[in-house]
């Protein structure tokens, strides 16, 4: 099992800048793929980047928000962060860090059922 646990969301103005982390605990060597989703108030879960935690993995980044977000690592702590800036009352969600024990590029991957271990979500906020 692998426990993942989002922090660095909070509510800013638009054109705010934050990072959300995301620590792995657990059966770390399981979440070799970790990625972000988030989900906005009434819609669907989306995804919004992905990295494989291992060296040479290149990280994917959605094309909804490519240019304002960014996905980095830190494998010698088990953790993912989302960079995002330019941010816009439409990126106001929950959002969610996801990892599983397989490799991904991609958008193909990207998408809820690919990811076994879940955190419990970090809001973000954008006011106009």
């Known amino acids: 099992q692998v426990q993942l646990v989002e922090s660095g969301g909070a509510s800013v103005q638009e054109g705010g800048s934050l990072r959300l982390s995301c620590t792995a605990s657990?059966?770390?060597?399981?979440?070799?793929?970790m990625a972000w989703f988030r989900q906005p108030p009434g819609k669907e879960r989306e995804g919004v980047a992905l990295?494989?935690?291992?060296?040479?993995?290149?990280?994917y980044i959605e094309d909804s928000v490519k240019g304002r977000f960014t996905v980095s690592r830190d494998d010698a702590n088990s953790s993912v962060y989302l960079h995002l800036s330019g941010l816009k009352p439409a990126d106001t969600a929950m959002y969610y860090c996801?990892?599983?024990?397989?490799?991904?590029?991609?958008?193909?991957?990207?998408?809820?059922?690919?990811?076994?271990?879940w955190g419990q979500g970090t809001q973000v906020t954008v006011s106009s």
């Open positions: 990295i494989y935690i291992r060296s040479g993995g290149e990280p």
């Open positions: 657990g059966n770390t060597a399981a979440s070799t793929c």
């Open positions: 996801a990892a599983t024990d397989a490799w991904c590029f991609g958008s193909t991957y990207l998408r809820t059922l690919y990811f076994a271990f």
